[in-house]
Structures are given as structure tokens and as C-alpha cells.
């Protein structure tokens, strides 16, 4: 091996945040009391604003093996990475006053949420076994410990422990099921598995055995039925700020693993893992529909609306073409970014002990806060896929993967339920514009900095902005899967 074909620029991104999140903790340390959070938190930003830099300067139009193969980079990596850094950095500013509030703006947590972010980036760069999943556990131990930081919520450090029991044994079934495929291929790197893999017969039980692992591993990951149970908790028990960092970025981390491992990798096995999906996707969407209708609490609501989101994200990756997997794709970024949103709005209208996260906290927001109230709007519209936002296009893109694939009979129902989900977006509409306010919610959302507000306000505005453009990112979309593995 020469050490030219280390081509370490290929993680340059990856080493700027590790460093930096290792250099916060010191400075954190070192600082003065009152200069620690202004100093940290600025760099935090920084940081992720000059990884995303280093993403688009060092993008590569085609394939790129780094590290003797543990990583590649690719036009899927790049927007991933991008992506993840500037959500991460918007998560962060849209919760600086509700982390500060309570006490939690400090060395640990950003540094957390750094190496979090390196977790997601090599997700998202791995070209081997082993890097996605050094990748995946940096990220979930460093969620498991943001998730606990508010140690004096019972709820989240309950939340903390179900989550880590619980990952715990996804991971180490996911770690079983690699194993399995390193004992059948011979090799870690994803590529010489498809190779190894097409060798092999669909009816081999041993590798049938390791796909059904693979899947179970991913599929609690990315919070889809039956392997659910943990999303509702964690959403409602983790602080607010810890919630909008995990239901934005990962969704994109998420969608890359599954690109590589599943729909790249054991492709060969395509007929026997797109039934499992179809089976996991409809019953996603429909669980997770019907049961976010029952709910009162904003958070479990919108948990349950995320469950229902990953059935139709695996919509398109069951289509097992590369119509599919660039619909996945854009439905992946664009929910990233919506989820983003509705967050900053929640963090906007929380407070020094009121954490609005009941649906009743919500009556009458459009004669107290006007402009949060339609930014709301917006957001939940787009959820609920309501034209002209950027949700409907992501939903007909997904729709028309599915049924170009020769699949309408599982397009039918997934449509059926978006018709059910909308009414509980709707409900928070109804409840903003129609009912009269609640005497004891207090107004917050006008304390909330400039810069988090003039940001939210660009979310907002997005959602129905970026739609004249939204062919260029779906083509963007399409052209970075072409290129996958070429």
C-alpha cells in the first residue's frame, strides 16, 4: 500500500469537527464562567459552518476510495455531509435559549453534539463494515448522553435509559448480522460484498438469515414498525433542543446507510427484501397515522408522524431502482429540513419552565404570535403534504417511484393514509387560527433571539420558496445516485 492512496482529504470535514469538538471541551475548561457559553457555542457554529465549507471545496465530481478503502467519497457523501453540518449548526442556534434556559448550553453538550455530527459524516462515508459501524455507535453514544444531560428531567433520563437498552441490542444485532456477512463473503468492504453476494442463491438460508439482521438492525435505527417503541419516548422525554437534533440531520444519515448497506450492497437480494419493506413501510404509515391522532402532546404527536415519514421514505427504496432511491433521497433532506422547523418553532414558543409541548398550548397562537403561527402552518402543511409546499412534491416523487416500479397496489393504501394523517396537521392549524388563546401560556416566541428568528423565518419561507427549484435538487438528487459505486 502507498501512502498515496491514503487520500486522507476525503474526511477533511470529518477531522476539522473532531478536532474543534476536542478543543471546545479544553476551552470550556480554561474559559471564564461568563465567557464559556457565548465563546463555545460561537465556535460550535463555526465549526460546522467551516466543515460545510470544506464539503463543497473539496467535492469531487466522481468516486473517490480514501483511507485503503474504509471511506469514499461521493456525490451522496458530499450533500449528506452538507446537509448534516448545516441542519446540526441550525438545530444548535434555534436552541441556544431553550439549552440556556435550563442550564445545559455547556462544554459537554456541544461537544456531544460535534462528535455526533463526526458520527453521521463517516455514516455517511463508509465504504466498509467496520467504518459504518464505528460511525453509528459514535453517533448513538453521544445521542444516549445528550439525551440524559437535563439529569434533573425524570422523563429524560428515562427516555436516555430506554434508548440505550434498546439500541444496544439493535446494535448488537446489526453487529451479528455483519459478522454473518463477513463469514459468507469473505470481505468487510461493501463493495466486494455485492460482488460475493450475486454468487450466492436467494433461498440461502444462512444468507437469508443475515439480511433479516441486517434489516432488523437498520429498521430500528430509522424508528420504522415494528421497531418503533423507543421514538415516542425519546422524542417526549429528551430536552426540546435534543429532539430537533435528532429528528432532522439523522434522517439523512439514515437514508445513506440504508443506501449503501441495503439497497447497494445486497441488491442481488432485492426480491426478498422488498417484500419485508412493503410489509414494514404500510405498516408504518398506517400505525404511525392512526395513532398520532390520539395525541396530546406535541412531541409524541409529531413522533408518531415521524414513524409514519419513514414508510414512506422506505417507499422509495423498496422500489429497488434509481428512480426510487433519488425519491428516498429527496424525501429524506426535505423532511430533515421541515422536521427542523416545526422544532425551531416549539423551541421559539418554550420558555423558562414551559416547555409547550401540549397541543392546548397551541389555542389561539395567531393572536398572541402571528408570524410563528404561520411559520407553523407551513411547517405542518408540508407535513401533511399539502400542495404548493416542498412535503407534497416529496410525497408525489415517492408515489411516482412506487408505481413506476409496478407496485400500485401498495401506492393505494400508503395515499389512503396520508388522507388520515392530515387531520391531525390540520388539528394544529385548527387549534392556532380558531380557538381563542389559553390564559396561563405564556408569550415567549417575540424573547427569541434575532439571528434563531430570522433563521426560522428562512425555514419557513423555504418550504414554499425553494418549489420553482425543486426539479434542480431532484435532479441533483438523481444524478448523485447514478453515480454511486461507479
Not at 174 to 202: N, W
Not at 218 to 243: N, R
Not at 376 to 393: E, H
Not at 466 to 484: D, H
Request: proline content about 3%.
Amino acid at each position: 500500500m502507498r501512502l498515496s492512496d491514503l487520500q486522507i482529504w476525503t474526511i477533511t470535514p470529518e477531522i476539522i469537527v473532531a478536532i474543534m469538538a476536542c478543543a471546545i471541551l479544553m476551552i470550556d475548561v480554561a474559559m471564564p464562567e461568563r465567557a464559556r457559553k457565548t465563546i463555545g457555542f460561537g465556535l460550535t457554529v463555526s465549526t460546522l459552518l467551516l466543515a460545510a465549507i470544506a464539503v463543497v471545496v473539496g467535492q469531487d465530481a466522481g468516486y473517490t476510495i480514501g483511507l485503503y478503502g474504509l471511506v469514499v467519497q461521493d456525490r451522496v457523501s458530499d450533500i449528506a455531509k452538507l446537509g448534516i453540518c448545516l441542519i446540526t449548526a441550525v438545530a444548535l442556534v434555534y436552541g441556544r435559549s431553550y439549552t440556556e434556559e435550563r442550564n445545559l448550553l455547556r462544554g459537554e453538550f456541544l461537544a456531544l453534539a460535534l462528535f455526533g455530527t463526526v458520527g453521521m459524516m463517516v455514516m455517511v462515508s463508509a465504504n466498509h463494515l467496520i467504518t459504518l459501524y464505528i460511525g453509528l455507535e459514535l453517533f448513538s453514544l453521544c445521542l444516549y448522553a445528550l439525551i440524559a444531560l437535563h439529569r434533573d428531567s425524570a422523563e429524560a433520563t428515562e427516555a436516555a435509559m430506554k434508548y440505550f437498552v434498546l439500541g444496544a441490542l439493535a446494535s448488537g444485532i446489526l453487529l451479528y448480522a455483519m459478522s454473518l456477512l463477513y463469514g459468507l463473503t469473505g470481505t468487510l468492504e461493501l463493495a466486494g460484498i455485492r460482488q460475493s453476494v450475486s454468487g450466492f442463491s436467494a433461498d440461502d438460508l444462512p444468507l437469508a438469515v443475515a439480511l433479516i439482521l441486517v434489516i432488523v438492525g437498520l429498521l430500528f435505527k430509522l424508528g420504522a414498525v415494528p421497531f418503533h417503541m423507543w421514538v415516542p419516548d425519546v422524542y417526549a422525554g429528551s430536552p426540546t433542543s435534543v429532539t430537533a437534533y435528532l429528528a432532522s440531520a439523522p434522517k439523512i444519515a439514515a437514508f445513506v446507510i440504508i443506501l449503501r448497506l441495503l439497497a447497494i450492497s445486497l441488491e442481488p437480494l432485492l426480491e426478498v427484501w422488498q417484500d419485508m419493506l412493503i410489509a414494514v413501510a404500510l405498516l408504518s404509515i398506517g400505525f404511525g397515522n392512526l395513532v398520532a391522532i390520539a395525541q396530546r402532546n406535541m412531541k409524541r404527536m409529531l413522533a408518531y408522524s415521524t414513524i409514519s415519514h419513514m414508510g414512506f421514505f422506505l417507499l422509495g427504496i423498496l422500489s429497488g431502482d434509481s428512480v426510487g432511491y433519488s425519491a428516498a433521497m429527496l424525501y429524506a433532506v426535505i423532511h430533515a429540513v421541515v422536521s427542523l422547523g416545526v422544532f425551531g418553532c416549539i423551541l421559539h414558543f418554550s420558555g423558562e419552565g414551559f416547555e409547550a409541548d401540549q397541543l392546548d398550548d397551541y389555542r389561539g397562537l395567531s393572536k398572541t404570535d402571528p408570524w410563528l403561527a404561520f411559520l407553523m402552518l407551513l411547517f405542518m402543511l408540508s407535513l401533511a403534504g399539502v400542495p404548493p409546499t416542498v412535503g407534497f412534491y416529496a410525497k408525489l416523487s415517492v408515489f411516482q417511484a412506487v408505481i413506476g416500479a409496478g407496485l400500485l397496489w401498495v401506492a393505494v393504501p400508503a395515499a389512503l393514509f396520508v388522507v388520515v394523517g392530515a387531520f391531525y396537521y390540520l388539528r394544529v392549524v385548527k387549534l392556532m387560527y380558531f380557538d381563542e388563546p389559553v390564559a396561563k401560556t405564556p408569550v415567549r416566541s417575540s424573547a427569541a433571539p434575532l439571528e434563531s428568528r430570522a433563521l426560522l423565518t428562512v425555514n419557513g419561507l423555504l418550504i414554499i420558496g425553494i418549489m420553482p427549484w425543486i426539479g434542480v435538487i431532484a435532479e441533483a438528487c438523481r444524478n448523485a445516485i447514478l453515480l454511486v459505486g461507479s
